[in-house]
T-cell receptor, first 113, second 115 residues
Framework: EDKVVQSPLSLVVHEGDTVTLNCSYE??????LLWYKQEKKAPTFLFMLTSSGIEKKSGRLSSILDKKELFSILNITATQTGDSAVYLC?????????????FGKGTLLTVNP | DTGVSQDPRHKITKRGQNVTFRCDPISEHNRLYWYRQTLGQGPEFLTY????????KSRLLSDRFSAERPKGSFSTLEIQRTEQGDSAMYLC?????????????FGDGTRLSIL
């Protein structure tokens, strides 16, 4: 059965700190790794990674995938209180015509002023 | 782009009742997904539509659950004879493209509470 494990499950930091969130995956017919940010409502798409070693960046957030070791990290630099959220990692696998996401439990990030 | 819309936002019902949720995907998105999320967990895949065809259902989806997507536009998820364990957030997501691995965009979900 497909599995995605995130660590840590929760993290408390001060504004300005840099954080690294981890995600390991075992996904059948793996195609891509996705990161989402979830506040009180819908998960919001952050990154989709398909190739090893190529960093994707968006402002203070960046992410990289290692397909050999089956993991990904999400970095957030100069954290702000608005970064407080649950960060979800999902492995995308294909089976026939379907593309199914298997999510981890998420990392709850709390950024204190 | 108005985003994925779900209705209702909250549903409270007594055990044994039937409930139906609606999802309107982003316009022209041909793929639509239903997920269930409980507290402290990530979303769990329930079912997937490509246009109007339901192509996969999770083992989580018991016979009490049924989903439709008539004409390949909006979708409905019905739960019959609800049970306490059905209490959860039901999320809908959609994506577009000929390549299957496009990012899925989520709605705000329907929170179901069973009394």
């Amino acid at each position: 059965e497909d599995k995605v494990v995130q660590s840590p499950l929760s993290l408390v930091v001060h504004e300005g700190d840099t954080v690294t969130l981890n995600c390991s995956y075992e996904v059948t017919n793996f195609r891509s790794l996705l990161w989402y940010k979830q506040e009180k409502k819908a998960p919001t798409f952050l990154f989709m990674l398909t190739s090893s070693g190529i960093e994707k960046k968006s402002g203070r957030l960046s992410s990289i995938l290692d397909k050999k070791e089956l993991f990904s990290i999400l970095n957030i630099t100069a954290t702000q209180t608005g970064d407080s959220a649950v960060y979800l990692c999902a492995g995308g696998g294909s089976g026939g015509s379907n593309y199914k996401l298997t999510f981890g439990k998420g990392t709850l990030l709390t950024v204190n002023p | 782009d108005t985003g994925v819309s779900q209705d209702p936002r909250h549903k409270i019902t007594k055990r044994g009742q039937n409930v139906t949720f609606r999802c309107d995907p982003i316009s022209e998105h041909n793929r639509l997904y239903w997920y269930r999320q409980t507290l402290g967990q990530g979303p769990e895949f329930l079912t997937y539509f490509q246009n109007e065809a339901q192509l996969e259902k999770s083992r989580l989806l018991s016979d009490r659950f049924s989903a439709e997507r008539p004409k390949g536009s909006f979708s409905t998820l019905e739960i019959q004879r609800t049970e306490q364990g059905d209490s959860a957030m039901y999320l809908c997501a959609s994506s577009f493209g000929t390549a299957i691995d496009q990012p899925q965009h989520f709605g705000d979900g329907t929170r179901l509470s069973i009394l």
